[in-house]
Structures are given as structure tokens and as C-alpha cells.
């Protein structure tokens, strides 16, 4: 619909003079076209890239076990993720007769994330502190992440081990995928350097019932078995 | 008595301002968005304060959905091929020109092996709505999963495994998957998360 329009002079014309012309396009099918383009887009495309979390995984080989047994009592963390969203910890070794060595807590804000920050104060400081230092340019990018690297491997951290309680057969009474992430969650907001997802045992299912109980089961221990 | 003369207004509207915003704003999307994958089923993943962005290519995505089908995406065609001859060979399943060139096609894929050709020879839409209730076998006493993320890898060394995986899946479905990466040592991968802000910038 591109209307050239000729505007008569009226005169009859007067001969060698440029007659003036207005040109109109008509845009509204063009506006149309690109309207449905940008609907097509909206629907078919998403803004969002999705994140990622990267994780390494031990090898299967037998040497894992052994460095389990390596990190120091101290530093050693042990959360629990159990049934139902709930989530528990225990520090060091398990003491499977004190019902009481195993805490309740929470994935909330108060919850792993507070006893994680308290624990692993020194090197939070740090990564802070170089935060800072990046915010006001004194670092760029790839130092920022060597010096938090190296940061994160300060003796003395804790070191994170996550335990995941598998489902029943009906795949009821047990940890969710979200309970797993958020729990990785924690590691990467209180810069735990060292944690692994490692296999339940037996001790800490019984420690997780024996702290539903309130410690009626601790009777029941085999002494036997407590010592090794 | 006169008239009353009404002056014929012309009633065109200039659109071509119109026309620019227009352009501007298609110009924006095609730039800034992604097409979404077509993928079996629909997952909702957890949300994470991890900011790592995955990479476009190169990735093989894993989809773990809440009852613990499991589904692969590969990007890249030749790899799909590749992976699909490994598998025929391995497991002693032949396919057709025409089956292979319609697998070549498809992103995404979770059927077990002996059921693939008949499944191939279905028409696109019914292999759609039929996917979702196929998976493939990851479990110990028939692992093909194992066997064609293995062939992936051999296909494409430079492959990056992602997990996506939804928020309400069991952890055993999780750790099965997780286990038979094990086993055939890929022991570094992603887990595919949405953004939550981190706390402490929130206080802030």
C-alpha cells in the first residue's frame, strides 16, 4: 500500500519545475509480520540459560575409604540428610550410645548454614575479604579464583561429608534430589572446600531412629560392635 | 442553507515508528534468548546459588524424571550416529538407513535398545507422545545407560555430562544414575540448577 502521492500545482503545470511528490509507505502489515515474529519468539525460546553446579565425584577405587578415615575428628562434619526434608548433623565420629551427639537442623538460613559458617569462620573471612578486594579492583578474575582456591584449602576447615537417606522400596521415607542439592548449596555458600556425597551406613540409620526414639535404643548396642 | 462541509481527514497513521520498536524488540530476543530443547518430560530442577553457566555444545544431558526414567540428549548429529552404531553392534541390534537417519533426528532418546528399532519405525508424533513412557534401563542387571554414555564419550572426548534431574526424584534414583557414572570413571559433571539468589547479597 505505498501511495505515491502527486500534488497538482493547479497552475495546469508549469513546465521544468520538480513536482513535488510525498511518498507514504504503509507500515501496519510490516509492524503485523514482525508482531507474530516476536510472538514466535517469546513462546519458543526460553531467556534463561540454566545454571549448573559442578561436582567431582571420587573414583570408585578402594583408596576412598581409607581417606575417610584420614580427615581429623575435628574437622570432620557428617550431615544426615534424612525423611520429609528434615536434616541432621553430627561432628566428628558418631557416638552411637549418645542419642544426643546427633542434632536436628535445618536447611534453612539458621539451620546447616549458620553451623557451617561458625566452623569454617577463617576461611569464610577470606574469601570475603578477597571479594572485597575484587569489588575494588585490586585483583582481577582469575587471580580472585587461584586465591579462593587456594583460600578454601586452609588446614583447619571442616570437611563436609553428606550422607543421603535412600528411599523404601514405594520410594517413600527418603531423601529428595532438591534435599541433595540444597544441601550442596550450603557447601557452596559457606565455601567448604572439602566435602563428598558418600554412601549411608548402618550407624548413621541407626543414629537417625535411635534420635527418634529419644535413646531407647541405646541399650541395645553390642558393646562389641561399638568398638570397632 | 449551507452545508456544513466535514473535512475529509485522512485517517493513516504513521506505523513507522511503530515498525522500529518492533524491530528493536525481535532484535533483542533472537539475540539475547535460546531455543527451548524439546525434551520427553517436563522437570522442574531445584534452585542453587551456583552461578556456572552450561555450555551450549558438547553437552550430553542426562533427564532424570521423579520416577526415575532416565532419557538422554546429545547435541550434535554425528555423535548421535556414532553412538547408535556402538549400541547396534554392542548389543547385536541392526537398524535400517531410514532408522538411523530418523534417531539422527530426534535430540533426545530413552528407549531400551532391543525396543529401539520398532520404536524407530513409528511415526514422529507418536514417538513423541510415546517417549515419555519408555527410559532407559539403569539398573544392575541390564545397564545400558552405562553403555551409551560410554559410547558418547568415545564418540566425543570433549563431552560435558549434565544431569538434569527433577526436584522430587528419590536420592536412590539419583545415586543409581550417579553410581554408573562411577563406574565408568566419569567423576566429573554438572547438575543442572535454576538461580536463587544468594543470601548474603540479599541482606546486603
Not at chain 1, 501496519?28 to 525460546?45: A, K, Q
Not at chain 2, 535460546?34 to 551456583?50: A, I, M, R, Y
Not at chain 2, 542387571?141 to 549434565?162: C, G, H, T, Y
Not at chain 2, 527433577?166 to 566429573?188: F, G, H
Amino acid at each position: 500500500m505505498a501511495e505515491v502521492e502527486v500534488k497538482d500545482s493547479g497552475k495546469g503545470g508549469k513546465k521544468g519545475r520538480q513536482k513535488k511528490m510525498k511518498i507514504h509507505v504503509d507500515f501496519t502489515p510490516m509492524v503485523d509480520m514482525n508482531m507474530l515474529l516476536i510472538t514466535f519468539f517469546m513462546f519458543c525460546t526460553t531467556l534463561s540459560k540454566p545454571q549448573t553446579m559442578e561436582i567431582s565425584m571420587p573414583t570408585n577405587d578402594k583408596v576412598t575409604e581409607e581417606e575417610q578415615n584420614k580427615v581429623r575428628e575435628s574437622e570432620a562434619i557428617t550431615i544426615l540428610l534424612g525423611d520429609n526434608d528434615r536434616v541432621f548433623y553430627y561432628l566428628g565420629q558418631p557416638k552411637y550410645e549418645d542419642y544426643t551427639s546427633l542434632v536436628e537442623s535445618s536447611y534453612g538460613a539458621d539451620g546447616l548454614r549458620a553451623l557451617l559458617l561458625e566452623r569454617n569462620k577463617t576461611v569464610v573471612n577470606k574469601v570475603k575479604d578477597l571479594k572485597e578486594r575484587k569489588k575494588r579492583e585490586e585483583i582481577d578474575e582469575v587471580t580472585y579464583d587461584s586465591l579462593v582456591s587456594e583460600a578454601k584449602k586452609t588446614k583447619g576447615s571442616p570437611v563436609v561429608m553428606i550422607k543421603a537417606k535412600l528411599p523404601d522400596e514405594n520410594g517413600h521415607n527418603g531423601a529428595s534430589y532438591r534435599n541433595l542439592i540444597d544441601a550442596l548449596d550450603e557447601m557452596i555458600i559457606c565455601d567448604i572446600g572439602r566435602y563428598a556425597i558418600v554412601d549411608i551406613t548402618e550407624g548413621d540409620l541407626f543414629l537417625m531412629e535411635n534420635f527418634e526414639q529419644k535413646g531407647a535404643l541405646s541399650d541395645q548396642i553390642d558393646p562389641n560392635l561399638v568398638k570397632n | 442553507m449551507a452545508k456544513v462541509k466535514v473535512k475529509r481527514k485522512s485517517t493513516l497513521i504513521d506505523m513507522t515508528a511503530m515498525s522500529d520498536v518492533t524491530v528493536l524488540l525481535l532484535t533483542f530476543f533472537m539475540l539475547t534468548s535460546t531455543f527451548v530443547q524439546k525434551e520427553p518430560v517436563q522437570v522442574s530442577t531445584p534452585s542453587s546459588v551456583s552461578e556456572i553457566k552450561i555450555p551450549e555444545i558438547n553437552v550430553l544431558r542426562i533427564l532424570v524424571e521423579p520416577s526415575g526414567k532416565i532419557f538422554i540428549s546429545l547435541d550434535k548429529q554425528e555423535d548421535r550416529v556414532n553412538v547408535l552404531n556402538a549400541m547396534s553392534s554392542m548389543y547385536g541390534v541392526s537398524f535400517t538407513p531410514e532408522q538411523i537417519n530418523k534417531f539422527r533426528l530426534a535430540t533426545s532418546f530413552g528407549v531400551p535398545i532391543k525396543q529401539m528399532p520398532g520404536f524407530l519405525d513409528l511415526k514422529s508424533e507418536i514417538q513423541d507422545q510415546t517417549l515419555k513412557n519408555y527410559g532407559i534401563p539403569c539398573d544392575s542387571a541390564n545397564n545400558e545407560f552405562k553403555e551409551w554414555v560410554r559410547a558418547a564419550r568415545k564418540s566425543n572426548p570433549d563431552l560435558k555430562i549434565a544431569i538434569k534431574a527433577d526436584q522430587a526424584t528419590p536420592y536412590d534414583k539419583i545415586k543409581t544414575v550417579m553410581s554408573s557414572l562411577q563406574d565408568i570413571k566419569e567423576n566429573r559433571y554438572n547438575l543442572l540448577t535454576s538461580l536463587k539468589s544468594l543470601p548474603a547479597e540479599e541482606n546486603q
